[in-house]
């Protein structure tokens, strides 16, 4: 299974965990975007990733109201697509699980 969680340090350098929901690269902004929320919270938030030469990178802040829509309507999206998984349980375990996470491991997980 894939490790689909970052670590964030604050300014004042306590490091955070947060779980990955998504990245996408946008074409039109040409930027590369994680959302994630920090674990054990409700917290959701995004930022731009830069990659860098060690395979760490960096997280930038969004800049503009247009990226934050733009994610907010990929979000949304997401969340639906959850929605529709979770009620119908994954095609290789004919719905007997709640979600592909759930599984690790059935034939049309991607996990």
């Known amino acids: 299974m894939v490790d689909r969680t970052i670590t964030l340090v604050r300014d004042d350098g306590t490091e955070i ?18 959302v994630f929320q920090v674990r054990d919270t409700n917290e959701i938030s995004a930022a731009s990733y830069v990659s860098n030469d060690d395979k760490n990178g960096q997280l930038d802040k969004i ?11 990929l979000l949304n999206e997401y969340a639906d ?5 979770e009620s119908a349980g994954c095609q290789g375990c004919s719905g007997n699980c709640h979600s592909c996470s759930e599984c690790e491991g059935c034939e049309d997980c991607e996990e």
Do not use: C, G, P
Not at 17 to 34: L, Q
């Open 17 to 34: 965990v947060a779980d990955i929901f998504f990245t996408y690269h946008s074409d039109e902004f040409n930027k590369d975007y994680v």
């Open 63 to 73: 800049e503009t109201d247009e990226e934050w829509e733009m994610l907010e309507e």
């Open 81 to 85: 697509e959850t929605k529709r998984v």
